[in-house]
């Protein structure tokens, strides 16, 4: 009866390492956030890139990263099936200098601090989470920020990322909800939107 159980025990083991194994993300993938955060922080830090320099420089990096066009139409959610397409492509515009204006802003905040990648999980063959923790050189700040980057492909199959969690809460599912609410007191009327994250942008504020 043991060799019968022993053999049930080492089937289970290995199918949970399998499982295991097929949920962790490519090191690839990890590599694709680790280099290019790295990257990120190097261009606003630098001290020898003018202001215009590190800008441009950091917005390139941005659209390289990040599923602008994918995202910002998540954001819309509803009002984009209705809107006319110059005025999609409009907020798309819209929404893609606000996101690089505030992601600067919040990388700036992060002086000194680094991007370390802690793990990763596939939620599927083209989807998956790579965790990170942003990290101070000085341990008496407090803890370490947890953060995931979702991360697909684009139609070329490279890495691009869809998403951004802080604390677990999705960034993309967060601006939808603050962006329907905004429509929704203003008539839907998504040049109205338009107008209010193109002032965000100058400011380089949050939506509230």
């Given at each position: 009866m043991?060799?019968?159980?022993s053999a049930l025990c080492a089937v289970a083991v290995l199918c949970t390492m399998l499982m295991a194994s097929e949920?962790?993300?490519?090191?690839?993938?990890?590599?694709?956030?680790?280099?290019?955060?790295?990257k990120g922080?190097?261009?606003?830090?630098?001290?020898?890139?003018?202001?215009?320099?590190?800008r441009e420089q950091f917005r390139?990096?941005?659209l390289e990263l990040a599923a602008s066009r994918r995202i910002a139409l998540f954001t819309l959610g509803s009002y984009?099936?209705?809107?006319?397409p110059p005025t999609v492509d409009a907020f798309v515009e819209s929404f893609t200098n606000?996101?690089?204006?505030?992601?600067e802003k919040g990388l700036n905040r992060y002086e000194g601090q680094a991007l370390k990648v802690?793990?990763?999980m596939d939620r599927g063959s083209d989807d998956s989470v790579v965790q990170a923790e942003l990290v101070s050189p000085n341990p008496s700040n407090g803890q370490p920020i947890k953060m995931g980057f979702r991360v697909r492909q684009n139609d070329a199959g490279a890495p691009i990322i869809t998403d951004i969690l802080i604390g677990g809460v999705s960034l993309a599912t967060t601006q939808r909800d603050e962006f329907t609410a905004y429509l929704k007191q203003h008539d839907g009327s998504i040049p109205e939107l338009i107008k209010r994250l193109d002032s965000m942008a100058d400011k380089r504020e949050a939506f509230n």
């Amino acid at each position: 009866m043991l060799k019968p159980l022993s053999a049930l025990c080492a089937v289970a083991v290995l199918c949970t390492m399998l499982m295991a194994s097929e949920s962790l993300a490519s090191p690839g993938t990890e590599a694709f956030i680790q280099q290019n955060f790295d990257k990120g922080f190097t261009i606003l830090n630098s001290q020898t890139l003018s202001d215009a320099q590190r800008r441009e420089q950091f917005r390139a990096l941005l659209l390289e990263l990040a599923a602008s066009r994918r995202i910002a139409l998540f954001t819309l959610g509803s009002y984009a099936a209705s809107a006319a397409p110059p005025t999609v492509d409009a907020f798309v515009e819209s929404f893609t200098n606000y996101s690089i204006a505030v992601y600067e802003k919040g990388l700036n905040r992060y002086e000194g601090q680094a991007l370390k990648v802690t793990g990763s999980m596939d939620r599927g063959s083209d989807d998956s989470v790579v965790q990170a923790e942003l990290v101070s050189p000085n341990p008496s700040n407090g803890q370490p920020i947890k953060m995931g980057f979702r991360v697909r492909q684009n139609d070329a199959g490279a890495p691009i990322i869809t998403d951004i969690l802080i604390g677990g809460v999705s960034l993309a599912t967060t601006q939808r909800d603050e962006f329907t609410a905004y429509l929704k007191q203003h008539d839907g009327s998504i040049p109205e939107l338009i107008k209010r994250l193109d002032s965000m942008a100058d400011k380089r504020e949050a939506f509230n």
